[in-house]
């Protein structure tokens, strides 16, 4: 059993940035294998970014704009964005792939 707690997620006008939090805690012993999913309103669960080993992948509308990356010590993945868009607005879920884990969500709003 794993437990992901996911932060970071707030308003922010189109062009600014955020970083996203998931913290894993519970019997995960790594995080190798990780994602990053986001649900906007009306829309399906689409996946974003996706970090295993030293492999990292993006869906086409965020490449060049979000990182993922993770620190082990700390047991957290997270989701650097960048010049975000209204577009981007959703609520943003981390997934474990080998305890098919999810957390919580976090909102991310792009407004001016």
């Known amino acids: 059993q794993v437990q992901l707690v996911e932060s970071g997620g707030g308003l922010v006008q189109p062009g600014g940035s955020l970083r996203l939090s998931c913290a894993a805690s519970?019997?995960?012993?790594?995080?190798?294998?990780m994602r990053w999913y986001r649900q906007a309103p009306g829309k399906q669960r689409e996946l974003v970014a996706t970090i295993s080993g030293e492999f990292t992948n993006y869906v086409d509308s965020v490449k060049g704009r979000f990182t993922i990356s993770r620190d082990n010590a700390k047991n957290t993945v997270y989701l650097q964005m960048n010049s975000l868009k209204p577009e981007d607005t959703a609520v943003y879920y981390c997934?474990?792939?080998?305890?098919?884990?999810w957390g919580q969500g976090t909102q991310v709003t792009v407004s001016s």
């Open positions: 997934y474990n792939l080998a305890f098919n884990s």
């Open positions: 519970g019997s995960i012993r790594s995080i190798d294998s």
